[in-house]
């Protein structure tokens, strides 16, 4: 690229970030080769080899009015890779020399969503907020969660003002299962506002409601006095937290509007009530939606057997509600729970870190713990990563964990989030299908290196 010494190569990883807007068929049609851009990023490219035409083509995206990257120039049917590359290094050139930074596409109607001006005075700030605004640890999950609120479409009109103060754990759920909704090539509707999500994959068509379970001030006593009781509170407390949230939303009945009519309904839970044991939490809310308890133990060959024990009712303090969500009145409107309870800042972070988001300096290193592919192992491994592009590789569904209703109306294909963990009861088991990685609990440490 001598001739164009403003102009770099992309990350496969960087490039995807910045491009949001994106056809999800697209990676159906063509298959990306090479990424670039001018030095300031203003204008993009990618390299395409058509899969049908068996020819290569190119692309140029300049930012719209909503800061949006779109296409702006489109040539098909090269012959040779190294012609498709040249001409893509010469429009870029020429639309960076232009002087645009906006390339207008007319029709927009929305404004652009700028998700760190703040709209509320400062002593209003969520303090989680107030972290990714202006800590340098968090700058890499800030520029990447401005990138995806670009393309974000605001349906009740309050996302900002609540992602900035008292919605924030509700917000950047919902900002999480967009962007895992786009790296898994949905299409998402953006005619109706509930359930959150409407939207559809291969021709498969699915409703999402995001539900999250929030720390209780009143309880706060409650757990650090039984911290010790570990076992109580996964086979009780924290499948109240559970239960009362799902059934919040069971009582909606979003089955019965009409664009949701005949469509599996997926409830995704996010768990934001406390930071630790993230593992337990896992198993906690597995043996309440199917009302089991799994026994572990190895018999005389040292084989692992697991046996499941079933459950009435949990109780913790005054409050009891009846075990096995998917056997309650109406649940089996519900095709599956999709939980998850590391949707956090620090996940925005490592995945602003891999597509170079942020300030150099910001050094982290992932610690935890991963399912064990040992059948006859009850402990989880290890694993210490170091973040960092080329060198550790993460997806927004990674850690993502689907619990399907054997009573489902309207189940969903496993297929259809092929990347996730999946678990179904069946036959008084609950069978699993997990990723090759698959993490249970981490920690991520943020060292930002002195300049």
Aim: charged share 25%; with cysteine; proline share 5%.
């Amino acid at each position: 690229m001598s001739s164009y010494p403003n102009i770099k190569k992309l990350s496969e990883a960087r490039f995807a970030a910045l491009t949001f807007s994106r056809d999800p068929l697209a990676p159906f049609i063509s298959t990306e080769v090479e990424w670039y851009s001018d030095k300031d990023e203003i204008v993009l490219g990618t390299i395409l080899f058509d899969e049908y035409d068996k020819d290569w083509a190119f692309v140029v995206l300049g930012r719209d009015e909503k800061a949006l990257f779109r296409c702006i120039e489109l040539n098909h049917s090269i012959d040779d890779i190294d012609d498709a590359r040249q001409g893509l290094l010469n429009s870029i050139n020429i639309n960076t020399i232009s002087g645009n930074h906006v390339f207008p596409q007319g029709e927009i109607k929305k404004r652009k969503n700028l998700i760190f001006q703040p709209v509320v005075p400062e002593d209003k700030l969520n303090p989680h907020f107030k972290v990714l605004y202006s800590a340098t640890g968090y700058s890499p999950a800030k520029e990447i969660i401005t990138e995806i609120a670009y393309s974000y479409e605001d349906l009740d009109g309050n996302f900002i003002q609540q992602f900035q103060t008292t919605g924030f754990n509700s917000r950047i759920w919902e900002l999480y299962l967009y962007a895992f909704l786009h790296e898994q090539l949905c299409y998402i509707s953006e005619e109706d506002s509930s359930p959150d999500y409407i939207c559809n994959k291969y021709g498969n068509e699915f409703c999402i409601e995001a539900v999250t379970v929030n720390p209780t001030q009143s309880n706060k006593t409650l757990l650090e006095d039984s911290d010790e009781d570990n076992e109580n509170k996964i086979l009780n407390y924290y499948p109240i937290k559970y239960g009362s949230a799902l059934f919040s939303k069971l009582k909606k009945k979003y089955w019965v509007l009409d664009h949701v009519k005949g469509k599996p309904l997926i409830l995704a839970i996010h768990d934001f009530h406390e930071n630790k044991r993230i593992m337990e939490t896992s198993n906690a809310i597995s043996l309440y939606l199917y009302g089991h308890l799994a026994k572990y133990h190895h018999d005389a060959d040292g084989t692992l057997k697991v046996s499941y024990d079933k459950i009435e009712t949990h109780k913790w303090g005054d409050k009891e509600i009846p075990s096995g969500f998917f056997d309650l009145p109406d649940s089996e409107n519900i095709s599956c729970v999709l939980f998850s309870n590391s949707a956090t800042p620090n996940k925005f972070n490592r995945m602003g870190k891999l597509a170079e988001f942020g300030e150099p300096s910001v050094v982290m290193i992932r610690i935890g713990t991963c399912y064990n592919p040992d059948r006859n192992a009850i402990q989880p491994l290890e694993f210490k990563e170091n973040v960092k592009e080329g060198e550790y590789t993460e997806t927004w569904g990674q850690g993502l964990e689907m619990f399907h209703n054997p009573n489902a109306l309207y189940p969903i294909d496993p297929e259809v989030f092929p990347e996730i963990a999946h678990h179904i009861f069946e036959d008084g088991l609950v069978k699993s299908t997990l990723p090759d990685f698959h993490p249970m609990q981490s920690v991520t440490y943020i060292i930002v290196k002195e300049k």
